[in-house]
């Protein structure tokens, strides 16, 4: 049990190290879930219309449309004067957008022609381009309404026009805001348990050998397993202890996520962090063996940074691989750790059903994988190059 | 007791593919370390005093050659001799960010020692090198002698009866360096067997009864100061060790 007096040493040593401290404690439980979540919620905000947000809209000639300008108010639009060079405006960034009612618009109007209108949008500007898609749609609705009393007009049923009858229904619980936040969960783990045992791995294998004070270790009575049984107990502690703030912490950010961005069939409770964390946890073991490994493999600290900075990248390839491909989640791939783990998770935030055979799959090949992971560093020590 | 037969090792040349671009570190090293005596292994830099120690110490295996700790086999009786040798390399790093007490104690109790036994031992030891000065102070910021202590008294932690130091006065002042040895002949005295490497002629000369003078990877002479003098026909250790290697003084 001589494992636990390495593990001690090395949890308290590296508890007086402020750097593996930020990293574990404050970096991935607290300040990346905030400025992840933070800047996710801003982008859907300014995606996403709102048709019963009551916004101004800048008019030129309205006198020469009021039933359009009272159109255009019962849909939550006030309408005001335009400023005198409207396209200036636009570009400057006075107002959003602006709509001109052409001078020959009533003319044309009246002898059945196409009435113009010109909107001035920004497409460089956010808010311009989702106040322009609110307005050209709402101009879309009162088309199809001047369109039907035409054909009235002229004796002809509108359906006549309406070959099709399409409609369109999202079976998913939520929008496809949801799916990017429920993503955003397993990515938020993953990186919080790299993160918190990142130095600590790196400080107690690379930095041991760096500092000289491996030999001195390894020509102690002691079995070298014992030795890599404890460092890697202690990086361990730390990832475990990161991904549990992480959780508690993601619990009290999605608490602040408004429902109508995320949809209302997400669900953030407590039981759905903690059965999300239970699935993710087998990681806590891979992604501890990853960077006792990777490490011990290495010479120096800056060395093992040069690593495992480029291994970081695997724990963010499912993220970014599932943002542009969607992949059937298949018994197989559940072998696999890290992309199990994104799927189950993913579906657990959606409350999609999880076969419980997917879980028993993804949680034997992470820890297999761990498993093996770690007979690899145990051979790096037996090594005499672990010396050299 | 150290007793080492003919001791080889060769190393792969860094980057090299073929076995046969290894190089020959060291070759038929034969010398004995008694008990109760300080024996000297002195040799220039890069002569495989380091390795002979690392081979003694069971930390690399040698290609050939046999050597035993008080009886117990390199080789094969691997944790026996860990346990009989406290063994301090070259430029032995401690933990910066634990005191000179803890540093010891982790060693202590790795070795198995209680957690009683280990703060027991752990106080005997700071008072026989005399660190109760910094016991308790985090070791980032001590001297060079400061840090040899506590490599010392990690090394001497679980009692052992055999002690290597690979170059210990390495660094250290005039006074660290006649600390030092008072230290290794007291235990010396007390019945250990000390082995000391060294690239320094006067500190030898000075330290030990017994010296075996490596060059090239191989013993060239070994006997008592006045053997090596006697046998060489030199009356400086100096003189001496220039004729054993083979050059002429």
């Known amino acids: 049990m001589r494992f636990f007096v390495v593990m001690a040493k090395e949890i308290l040593d590296n508890l007086r190290d402020k750097q593996t401290v930020f990293y574990a404690l404050l970096f991935g439980p607290i300040l990346l879930p905030v400025m992840l979540g933070g800047s996710i919620i801003g982008s859907l905000k300014q995606l996403s219309v709102d048709f019963d947000e009551v916004t101004s809209l800048s008019v030129v000639n309205m006198e020469s449309a009021p039933n359009l ?43 059945g022609q196409p009435a113009p209108l010109t909107v001035y949008v920004n497409e460089g500007d956010k808010d311009s381009t989702k106040q322009g898609r609110r307005v050209v749609a709402l101009l879309q609705g009162y088309e199809r309404t001047i369109n039907a009393l035409r054909l009235q007009h002229r004796g002809i049923d509108s359906d006549v026009f309406n070959s099709l009858d399409i409609s369109r229904e999202d079976v998913s619980l939520d929008g496809a805001g949801g799916q990017m936040i429920a993503s955003l969960i397993p990515f938020l783990l993953i990186i919080s348990m790299v993160m918190g045992g990142f130095y600590l791995a790196i400080d107690t294998t690379a930095g041991e050998r760096e500092r000289q004070s491996l030999e001195p270790l390894l020509s102690l009575p002691l079995n070298r397993f014992e030795l890599v049984l404890g460092k890697f107990g202690a990086t361990l502690c730390f990832v475990a202890l990161s991904s549990i703030l992480t959780s508690i912490s993601i619990f009290f950010l999605f608490k602040f996520f408004p429902t109508d961005i995320i949809g209302g069939g997400l669900n953030f409770d407590g039981l759905t962090i903690t059965k999300a964390f239970l699935v993710a946890s087998p990681l806590i073991v891979f992604i501890s063996a990853v960077l006792i490994t990777v490490s011990a493999f290495t010479r120096s600290s800056k060395e093992a940074q040069t690593y495992l900075g480029i ?9 970014f691989i599932l943002q542009f491909v969607t992949i059937r989640s298949e018994l197989q791939s559940m072998l696999l750790p890290m992309m199990s783990q994104y799927q189950l998770l993913e579906r657990i935030v959606l409350g999609d059903v999880t076969p419980p055979l997917y879980i028993v799959f993804s949680v034997i090949g992470t820890l297999a994988s761990a498993a093996l992971l770690l007979l690899v560093a145990f051979k790096l020590y037996s090594r005499d190059r672990i010396l050299m | 007791m150290i007793d080492a037969r003919d001791l080889k090792k060769a190393f792969a040349k860094p980057g090299a593919s073929k076995k046969s671009e290894a190089v020959l570190a060291v070759s038929h090293v034969s010398f004995t370390a008694a008990d109760g005596q300080i024996t000297g292994l002195l040799g220039p830099n890069g002569a495989g005093k380091s390795t002979t120690l690392r081979m003694l110490a069971t930390l690399i295996k040698p290609d050939e050659g046999r050597a035993s700790i008080d009886g117990f086999d390199v080789r094969n009786d691997v944790l026996s001799v860990r346990k009989q040798l406290g063994y301090m390399p070259h430029n032995a790093g401690i933990y910066p960010r634990l005191t000179a007490r803890e540093n010891v104690n982790y060693f202590a109790r790795l070795c198995g020692m209680t957690r009683h036994d280990a703060t027991k031992r752990v106080d005997e030891l700071m008072e026989q090198l005399g660190m109760h000065g910094f016991a308790d102070r985090r070791s980032a910021g001590f001297s060079q002698g400061q840090r040899t202590k506590v490599a010392l008294a990690r090394a001497l932690a679980h009692r052992p009866q055999t002690l290597m130091l690979d170059e210990p006065t390495n660094g250290l002042d005039v006074m660290g360096t006649r600390g030092l040895r008072e230290i290794i002949r007291d235990l010396a005295n007390a019945g250990h067997c000390v082995l000391f490497s060294s690239h320094i002629m006067q500190e030898v ?37 220039v004729r054993a290697i083979g050059e002429s003084p």
């Open chain 1, 69 to 111: 300008m009272e159109f255009l108010y019962s849909n939550n639009i006030d309408v005001e004067k335009a400023p005198d060079n409207p396209e200036k405006a636009v570009l400057r960034g006075d107002v959003p957008i602006v709509l001109k009612v052409m001078p020959d618009f009533d003319e044309a109007l009246r002898a």
């Open chain 1, 311 to 319: 291994l970081m990248v695997i724990p963010m390839a499912p993220f």
């Open chain 2, 205 to 241: 000369s000075a330290l030990c009864d017994h010296i075996a003078i490596i060059s090239d990877g191989k013993i060239a002479i070994e006997d008592t100061l006045e053997g090596i003098k006697s046998r060489t026909g030199e009356e400086d250790l100096e003189d001496a060790f």
